[in-house]
């Protein structure tokens, strides 16, 4: 080899190796990022509730140098014990969500054009103060509205106080799906309140469609409860039976699955009445003390269902339902829980009573794992507001919307009517406060209603469809950020009161809507002014929860077991042993253990069940009887069917644990575990019977049209065996129109299918709807 | 020596999917958005597995949550080509992130499918950032990761568990998901200790593995629905 | 038979202008996959694995071509092997750097290569990959160079242009008996070592799936299977090769009918031998209706998969059966067409072999829908493209068409078959 050949393959050899190493340190640059970890810090807990549903968890959040991390159950709280559902995981995404409203917004565009000035805390509050002056100083402080999503705890109080002061009677709050039952309950028992169930204690549950597992009532108490019915005591496990139409979670995982057709409940509950009836398994010694009309009602029952007469209308085996009546009817204590929650809007008052009137049957109010009336909680009564003249001028109109023939009506359903058709007097300015109707009411006369109100107010924290629809925005603080009480939650027998604070600095330029609210009034000046003798909301909250130091009884939550047995057993027998000795003391532990509570609740306490005029569950109100026809009955619910046309369903919109309560579809976590039954993730999807599917040439994953009246949109078909092949599914809450860039335009809003009718009896709503899907 | 092992009992599992996002946000586990979502590369440490079967109207549906088995003959450790993945003395499947080359052979030789690859980098926006845990790195893209039994909650528990001069109690050590679990349906210990209650309940007639028949010996053991029957109360 | 390496026209430079854009693109498009990650491929979960793994089995496979086919004919003394050895050698030796270099790109962090060698687990099948593909890389280049170094000497003394690269490479052969002698006791070493060498490799690139318990992937045929489809698709690359070849640089006399009528056949036997295994995997499969397993094979045979299955059904056994069972047509026109869709169906077996397995995992998780993106696409479409650059640049260099053995041919082998021959043969 010559030198120079040499040289020049070593030349071209080092070239080479440079190339290479070159290359190799290029696509490692390229490749870019090795994992890195979060800074870490000083570690915090700090106990307060979780309000992504009104369920009142308990939680505790992790914090590490102020930023908040984790949130766990609080082990010490009575409703979940260290325990959390998937809603309360995901809570950091709410408080962290880049799509909160980070400021005051002022509108700058016309209504619903998602245009927006922003504005400082002053000024949004110097002009919300100036319209409600005007309005006050025209006379018209009566044509001011509040619209309230939630009536539980201290702050729609504080409202509802506010709108008196200034002089309105339109204090609004969303109907909820429990509502239905409720105004059973008001009828047959003359009280007013929420239902509570003692589903621990029960042997036997009847579920008429209650998504006991999916968002029900208070969600982690209903699971915590279902792995204790099952696997808790051993040799003792309670059968769940589970009716409706789609095999939901909860049907699931309940031991039975009956698949009623969606109008058939009322008819199949008063069926089994006539089994239990027939068979004398009923609770004799209950009806004759406690109940009126039951040789008129069981007389009814026996005239009017026969076993095989609602074998035949419902479709269901008579062996299936004879069995059932029995199973309920010996398996005592045992529960039948009507259609209320879940987000399923298809209870009608007729069913609610039907199936309410089964636990009459068998003896199952006010007992050991029967129904419940919840408690109020001992707080100090509010004094009298002070008036002038023209909050007392302002209150002699009536609320808009309220019905003089059926009084126990939600006045919010015919607002959106009344609304637009000016009767009366038009509504000048509306405050909104955690109430989205725009969205989640079927109604689709509230968007334009909601754009004939000139001035509207919203204290929401995200931009959603309501929000989009304001005026002016009052962004308020995320839960993880202020001070609130946290009251009993829906379903719940015990006395309990959980107390909120803010685990993280405010991350925004947020306000407590409370606070806002005094501030307004502050700036309202005069009686407005001084009907409210606090500084803030913290001290409406702390000064209220005194009252539970003065009611001498319950303790601070978070003792040891034993700690909490011994309490438990002093107050029965007439002692009270608390860990503090002052109203301070227990603000303070309350803080720091997260809340307070009362385990103790009476059993047969016939005085507060049975208010009626008889003092006892009338199975014919007279309430009623003002008002229903001859021939109309107050317990059947018309059990119609389809007309068998080709491609129409009944419409089912079932609700998602995950984005059941207000949200959730702006939290990408819940995006991601939307529909494990068919595996779908971050869109909407309809579900169909296969069969029916190949009938109409259908595959998974094919779009379909929904079609109902005038409204059309595109779902993707998901075929699923577990619903019936009269009935289509699309599950509540995707469908938006605004919150984020993660809920936004994602997926279809089943409730835009839904019409509202009015049954003829109550006139309460009956959403029960019918759609025609056609292969897109 | 512990051997960690997680019972869940079927009969009590509510599929409510809490451990789910438990898991999710203890782990620094990223979502990927819609798009990505579509394409199936959303990132489940643990996942809600359902089994549908039968025609209506006598349907059964199952829903099974799937972490890592933590199988005792892993087969996702025998085929990684630079043993970034391994199983430790007590027991528990790893993987070294810095280490692994994203070939992907474990995902493919895991009859579970519960190994996830980062397709794409890690994304949080700057608020959802402020949620990181630090007790956990975040995963660059091209690697695989899984669930871990969250073991660096074992380290912490054993620090203090030190600190304060006594051994590991039963409770000490506690991944997110059994933590949250609603039902209480979820439990962890130690598979060989007699006091932990996962031995006895790993030896109960109900006690069934996950695609036992591979041979994989996986350490999370679920427990069979039981049913009802009329009339037996104690 | 040097005239290739010193004429070069314009319709070269056209080709290899072609085939450097194509390239170019696929190292674009790898940068790319490299900057923003494996995300840009069609790839997901379950469906892990896609045409990058196709690609890898699919050139290790026809890396068989050379080496194996050679080695064997010159063991046997095939005489007509004597002027496709070199065409079939050199497929082996640049087929291999695509094939191991599927592997790279298919990497999540191909930054991260050399921990292959530095956290060694040799309890890994891609490990076995890594060793038992370079001992064959090594071998077969060996193997190709060996009889190259006479051509190359005779290049040095008749090219002027280059050459020193030629100097270099001759090793200072001069043609002596002693030398000839070494070098033909080396390259009868080799070719024996060559064939197991070559056997283990794809015998472990099966084992890469067959080890693992993944449905219809955990087959014990799977070792033979692949060798098989392996000779196979190396046989039909090697044929094409060989057309090209011809037909490029006007071969005719040496590369004859009656090399691709012999080739042919040898591709009817491996038809037969693939369809054989091809047979008794799915019969097993579909017979012992295993459900995980079942999943699978429904999903090839009517399902998702179905188009590229019984597209293979059709191009590796139905084309190649039709066109080479007969005399007729198994022409050089006829051989080359048989062999392209052998190549098109090998590819298919790959990818249904590799993607369908992986789409239905054993539990429900929600099934794999894999779609290749443009990436996956250019890079594989490069990767052929430079497959076949860096073989057209080596006809540039090198004869393509062993000089020496070709001449030897002329002037031994015809009394050394006679000889043979009669040894073959009764005494009288």
Not at chain 2, 34 to 50: F, H, Q, S, V, Y
Not at chain 2, 147 to 162: D, I, V
Not at chain 3, 3 to 21: A, E, H, S
């Amino acid at each position: 080899m010559k030198r120079r050949d040499f040289l020049k393959f070593a030349g071209g050899a080092a070239a080479g190796c440079a190339l290479a190493g070159g290359l190799v340190r290029g696509i490692k640059k390229l490749a870019q990022g090795d994992g890195s970890r979060p800074a870490p810090g000083v570690e915090r807990w700090v106990n307060t509730v979780c309000q992504s549903c009104p369920g009142g968890c308990g939680i505790r959040v992790r914090l590490i140098n102020g930023r908040a991390v984790k949130i766990d159950g609080n082990p010490h709280h009575p409703v979940n014990r260290g325990k959390l559902c998937p809603k309360g995981q995901a809570g950091l995404q709410i408080l962290y969500n880049p799509d909160r409203i980070k400021n005051p917004l002022l509108r700058d565009g016309p209504k619903g054009s998602n245009k927006w000035k922003n504005i400082t805390w002053p000024d949004a509050i110097q002009h919300v103060t100036m319209k409600l002056k005007d309005l006050r100083d025209g006379g018209l402080s009566h044509t001011l509205g509040f619209l309230t999503g939630n009536n539980r705890g201290l702050l729609p109080n504080l409202c509802q106080r506010f709108m008196h002061a200034y002089g309105s009677n339109n204090f609004f709050v969303e109907p909820k799906a429990e509502d239905a039952v409720n105004t059973a309950v008001y009828l047959t028992q003359g009280v007013k309140g929420s239902l509570a169930y003692d589903i621990e204690n029960t042997d036997y549950i009847l579920s008429f469609g209650a998504g006991l597992l999916e968002g029900w009532g208070s969600p982690v108490r209903n699971m915590r409860a279902y792995g204790y019915l099952r696997q808790g005591r051993p040799g003792h496990r309670v059968k769940i039976v589970q009716l409706e139409p789609r095999l939901s979670m909860t049907a699931a995982k309940a031991d039975e699955w009956v698949p009623l057709q969606p109008d058939a409940f009322a008819t199949f509950a008063l069926g089994l009445a006539y089994v239990i009836i027939s068979e004398k398994h009923y609770d004799q010694e209950f009806i004759e003390s406690n109940t009126s009309g039951f040789n008129e009602w069981r007389s009814y029952i026996l005239r009017n269902y026969s076993l095989s007469d609602v074998a035949a209308k419902t479709n269901v085996p008579a062996e299936t339902i004879l069995r059932i009546a029995r199973e309920f009817a010996q398996n005592r204590p045992s529960l039948s829980i009507g259609d209320s929650g879940g987000g399923n809007f298809s209870g009608s008052v007729q069913e609610n009573l039907a199936i309410y009137s089964l636990n009459v049957l068998v003896g199952n109010i006010g007992r050991k794992g029967g129904v419940f009336l919840q408690r109020d909680l001992p707080l100090p009564a509010w004094h009298e507001a002070e008036l002038d003249e023209i909050a007392k001028i302002g209150l002699t109109f009536p609320a808009k919307g309220r019905s003089v023939s059926r009084p126990y009506l939600n006045p919010f359903l015919n607002l959106p009517e009344e609304v637009l058709s000016k009767r009366d007097y038009p509504l000048q300015a509306l405050f909104t406060y955690q109430s989205n109707p725009v969205y989640d009411w079927p109604d689709r006369q509230v968007e334009l209603a909601f754009q004939k109100i000139p001035f509207i107010v919203s204290f929401s924290s995200f931009l959603d469809e309501t929000a989009l629809q304001s005026d002016i925005i009052l962004p308020e603080h995320t839960y993880l950020e202020r001070w609130q009480d946290a009251p009993v939650p829906p379903g719940i027998p015990y006395m309990l009161c959980g107390l909120s604070q803010p685990v993280v600095e405010p991350l925004y330029d947020t306000r407590s809507a409370g606070d806002v609210l005094i501030e307004i009034s502050r700036a309202l000046g005069g009686t407005v002014s001084s009907a409210f003798s606090w500084k803030d909301f913290k001290e409406v909250v702390s000064e209220n929860l005194k009252g539970l130091f003065t009611a001498q009884r319950g303790y601070v939550i978070g003792g040891t077991a034993f700690e909490e047995t011994w309490h438990n057993l002093l107050e029965k027998v007439g002692w009270w042993a608390p860990s503090y000795n002052s109203a301070e003391e227990l603000w303070e532990q309350m803080g720091q253990r997260g809340g307070w509570w009362d385990p103790n609740y009476p059993l047969e306490d016939w005085e507060r069940l049975f208010k009626t005029a008889s003092g006892k569950f009338e199975f014919f109100p007279q309430a009623v009887k003002l008002y229903i026809k001859e021939g109309q009955s107050i317990y059947e619910r018309e059990v119609q069917g389809l007309t068998e046309k080709k491609g129409e369903f009944y419409l089912l919109p079932f609700g998602l644990l995950v984005l059941s309560g207000r949200d959730g579809a702006n939290q990408p976590f819940m995006q991601e575990v939307l529909g494990p039954n068919v595996q779908m993730e971050w869109d909407s999807w309809i579900e169909m019977n296969p069969e029916v599917a190949r009938d109409m040439g259908l595959k998974d994953g094919d779009w379909v049209y929904v079609i109902s009246g005038d409204k059309k949109e595109k779902c993707r078909v998901k075929l699923y065996p577990g619903i019936r092949p009269d009935c289509v599914g699309i599950p509540l809450g995707l469908g938006r129109k605004a919150l984020g860039r993660w809920a936004k335009d994602r997926g279809i809003n089943p409730l835009e299918f839904v019409g509202i009718r009015r049954d003829p009896v109550f006139e309460s709503p009956d959403f029960l709807t019918k759609v025609r899907i056609e292969k897109a | 020596m512990a051997r960690w092992g997680m019972v869940i009992d079927l009969d009590k599992c509510t599929a409510c999917q809490a451990c789910v996002l438990a898991c999710k946000q203890e782990n620094n586990v990223p979502c990927v958005g819609p798009e990505e979502a579509a394409k199936g590369r959303t990132i489940t440490w643990l996942k809600l597995i359902p089994f549908i079967e039968g025609e209506f109207p006598h349907v059964k549906a199952r829903f099974i949550p799937r972490p890592c088995m933590h199988c005792d003959n892993p087969p996702c450790v025998k085929v990684c080509p630079v043993r970034a993945t391994y199983k430790n003395e007590e027991g528990v499947v790893g993987q070294i992130y810095p280490r692994c080359i994203g070939c992907r052979y474990c995902t493919t030789a895991c009859p579970y499918t519960l190994r996830y690859f980062n397709w794409n980098p890690p994304e949080w926006t700057e608020e959802l950032k402020q949620s990181l845990n630090p007790d956990v790195s975040i995963r660059p893209k091209g690697v695989v990761e899984k669930c871990t039994f969250c073991h660096h909650r074992l380290q912490k528990a054993k620090e203090k568990a030190e600190l304060e001069g006594r051994p590991l109690k039963e409770n000490d050590y506690i991944p997110a998901c059994v933590e949250t679990c609603p039902a209480e349906a979820m439990y962890f210990g130690d598979l060989d200790n007699p006091e932990h209650k996962v031995w006895e309940l790993a030896r109960s007639p109900r006690a069934f593995r996950l695609l036992e028949e591979i041979g994989t010996l996986p350490k999370v053991v679920y427990l069979m629905e039981s049913e009802w029957q009329s009339g037996k109360r104690s | 038979m040097i005239q290739p390496l010193l004429q070069t026209g314009w319709k070269f430079f056209l080709i290899v202008g072609i085939l450097l854009c194509f390239g170019l693109w696929a190292i674009y498009a790898w940068l790319w996959q490299i900057r923003h990650g494996l995300g840009t491929t069609g790839l997901n979960q379950p469906v892990y694995w896609g045409i990058y793994i196709t690609n890898f089995v699919f050139f290790i496979g026809i890396s068989h071509a050379g080496t194996l086919i050679s080695a064997i004919l010159r063991i046997c003394h095939a005489e007509w092997r004597r002027s496709i050895t070199r065409a079939a050698e050199v497929i082996t030796v640049l087929v291999l750097f695509f094939g191991a270099g599927s592997i790279i790109i298919d990497l999540g962090r191909p930054d991260r290569m050399a921990n292959v060698f530095l956290h060694a687990n040799f309890r890994s099948p891609l490990l076995w990959d890594v060793t038992s593909i370079s001992i064959y890389f090594t071998a077969s280049t060996i193997y190709l160079y060996l009889p190259l170094i006479p051509d190359i000497a005779i290049l040095r003394d008749t090219i002027k242009s280059r050459r020193w690269f030629y100097r270099i490479l001759a090793l200072g052969w001069r043609g002596t008996a002693g030398q000839k002698k070494v070098l033909e006791r080396c390259i009868s070493i080799m070719a024996i070592l060559v064939i197991p060498i070559a056997v283990s490799v794809h015998t472990v690139v099966s084992w890469v799936f067959g080890m693992t318990t993944q449905p219809m992937w955990h087959s014990t045929i799977f070792g033979p299977y692949f060798v098989v489809g392996a000779i196979f698709s190396g046989i039909a690359a090697l044929i094409i090769a060989m057309a090209l070849i011809r037909w490029f640089y006007h071969l005719e006399n040496y590369l004859k009918p009656i090399h691709f009528n012999n080739l042919g056949l040898l591709l009817f036997v491996m038809t037969l031998l693939w369809f054989y295994f091809t047979f008794a995997e799915y019969l097993t499969t579909y017979y012992g209706a295993e459900p995980s397993h079942l999943s699978v094979f429904y999903s090839k045979v009517h399902g998702r998969y179905s188009l590229p299955f019984w597209t293979m059904v059709i191009t590796c056994l139905i084309i190649p059966f039709i066109l080479l069972c007969n005399r007729k047509t198994r022409t050089v026109a006829g051989t080359v067409v048989a062999s392209i869709s052998v190549i098109i169906g090998m590819w298919l077996e790959r990818y249904t072999i590799v993607v369908p397995s992986l789409s239905r995992p054993r539990l429900p998780v929600p099934f794999g829908d894999y779609h290749p993106t443009w990436v996956e696409w250019s890079i594989t479409a490069g990767l052929f493209a430079m497959f076949i650059l860096l073989y057209i640049v080596f006809t540039k260099l090198f004869p393509i068409v062993s000089i020496w053995e070709v001449q030897e041919g002329r002037k031994h082998s015809l009394t050394e078959v006679h000889e043979r021959v009669k040894s073959y043969m009764p005494e009288d």
